[in-house]
C-alpha cells in the first residue's frame, strides 16, 4: 500500500479576484480561473495523509483508490477516515513582474454531489508562490492523470532537511549539524564558505513515525553513492535532495549534475528507509542561496527557499530573514531538480549500464572540504 501526505492550502487562505472561487464549477478543469488572479495571503498550511492501495504513488484525478488515511480536520472542517480525495484540476499562475510560473494542484474531498463542485484547497508542484500577490491564471486542464494529463508523482512535501548527528563540511573541519548555529561558515561547491542564516530544528516523535512512517529518514550507507561516498551512513528526511553525477544525467537533462530526493533513490542498493524507533530531530540549514553542501562526505543541498519545505519555518522568522538579508521569494536551484518518472529513467539506465549514482568528480566548480 502507498502510503503518503502532502502540504495544502485552505481554500479560505486563497482570494480569487473579482469575486471568483475554486469550485470547480465547470465541470472541474478549472477553465473558470483562466484570466483571473489569485492571491495567497498567508502560508497557513495543513499536511493530508492519503492511503492508497498498491504502489501506485501519483496524487491524480479520477483515482478512486485515494483515500483519507484517517480521520482528518482540513480547514475547519473535519473529514471522515477513507474519504475520497483527488486533484481535481490543475493551472499554471504566472507572477506579472518576473514571469515566473507555478504548477498549482486544486484538492478535492469528495463530499459533494457532483463530486467536482467543491475545492478545498490547493497544492503546489516543486515550488510556493509568493504570499500577498495577485498571479494571474494563465492556463488550466483537467487534473493530473485524467484528459490525457501526466501524473503528478505524490506531492509528499515533508521537512528538508538533515538527521541530528549529521556531519556537515565547514571551513574548520566536520561539525555536527546540530551544533551549527547561525553566522557559521559551511562549504558550498560553488561559492565556498558561506554563513548559515537559520539552523531551524523539528522533532518527529515515535508516536508520528507511526502514525505517517513515510516521514522517518533515508538511510543512505557508506559507499552506497560510489566512489566511497558518503564516508558514513548519511541520514537524511525523504525530500532531502541528494546530488548525483553521472553522463546519462547530461544526456537527459543537459546538466551532469542533478538533484534527487532521498525517497525516491531507496531500493538502490545500500539506500532503505530506515526505523527511528525513539523518533528522529530533524534541521535544515539555510543559506543565502541554495547550495550544494557536503555531509559525511556526500554531496547534498541546502534549503531551497520557494520549496514547499519552507512553509515549516515559522512565518514571522521567515519574513523577518527575507527583510534582513534581502532574500527571494523563490531561490534559484543550485542544480537541475529530478524526480519521479524522469528521475527512475535515470536510475534505470544507471542500473543497466554498473554505473554509479555519483560518478567521480567534484560537484560544481570547486570542490567542498570533504570528511576523511
Request: glycine share 12%; with cysteine.
Amino acid at each position: 500500500m502507498a502510503d503518503y501526505s502532502f502540504f495544502a492550502l485552505p481554500e479560505s487562505s486563497v482570494t480569487v479576484s473579482g469575486g471568483g472561487q475554486l469550485d470547480g464549477v465547470t465541470q472541474g478543469d478549472g477553465s473558470h480561473l483562466v484570466g483571473r488572479t489569485i492571491t495567497l495571503e498567508n502560508r497557513d498550511f495543513s499536511e493530508i495523509a492519503v492511503s492508497e492501495p498498491g504502489r501506485d504513488d501519483d496524487f491524480d484525478d479520477n483515482d478512486g483508490n485515494q483515500r483519507l488515511d484517517g480521520a482528518q480536520t482540513f480547514d475547519g472542517t473535519t473529514y471522515g477516515d477513507g474519504t475520497r480525495i483527488e486533484a481535481e484540476y490543475q493551472f499554471v499562475l504566472e507572477d506579472p513582474d518576473t514571469g515566473e510560473r507555478y504548477t498549482v494542484l486544486a484538492v478535492n474531498l469528495n463530499n459533494s454531489s457532483p463530486a467536482y463542485a467543491t475545492v478545498e484547497g490547493l497544492a503546489f508542484v516543486d515550488a510556493v508562490p509568493p504570499t500577498g500577490k495577485p498571479l494571474t491564471v494563465v492556463s488550466a486542464a483537467e487534473g493530473p492523470g485524467s484528459g490525457g494529463q501526466g501524473d503528478v508523482p505524490e506531492a509528499t512535501i515533508v521537512p528538508i532537511c538533515f538527521c541530528a548527528g549529521t556531519r556537515i563540511a565547514t571551513p574548520g573541519g566536520p561539525k555536527p549539524v546540530e551544533k551549527i548555529a547561525e553566522g557559521d561558515l559551511v562549504m558550498t561547491a560553488d561559492r565556498g564558505p558561506a554563513p548559515v542564516l537559520l539552523r531551524h530544528a523539528r522533532f518527529l516523535s515515535r508516536a508520528h513515525l507511526a502514525a505517517q512512517p513515510r516521514h522517518g529518514p533515508v538511510r543512505i550507507t557508506a559507499g552506497a553513492l560510489g566512489g566511497g561516498w558518503p564516508a558514513t551512513d548519511l541520514w537524511l528526511s525523504p525530500q532531502h535532495r541528494v546530488l548525483l553525477r553521472a553522463k546519462a544525467a547530461a544526456r537527459m537533462f543537459g546538466r551532469p549534475e542533478v538533484l534527487a530526493p532521498a525517497a525516491q533513490l531507496a531500493g538502490w542498493p545500500g539506500i532503505d528507509r530506515a526505523p527511528a524507533p525513539r523518533g528522529v530531530h530533524y534541521h535544515h540549514l539555510l543559506l543565502d542561496h541554495h547550495a550544494v553542501l557536503t555531509a559525511e562526505g556526500a554531496a547534498v543541498e541546502s534549503l531551497l527557499l520557494g520549496d514547499i519545505a519552507d512553509a515549516e519555518i515559522p512565518p514571522a522568522t521567515l519574513a523577518a530573514l527575507r527583510q534582513r538579508h534581502r532574500l527571494p521569494e523563490r531561490m534559484t536551484p543550485a542544480r537541475p531538480l529530478v524526480k519521479g518518472k524522469r528521475l527512475k529513467r535515470l536510475l534505470w539506465r544507471l542500473s543497466a549500464n554498473g554505473h554509479p549514482l555519483a560518478a567521480p568528480g567534484s560537484p560544481g566548480k570547486s570542490a567542498p572540504a570533504l570528511i576523511p
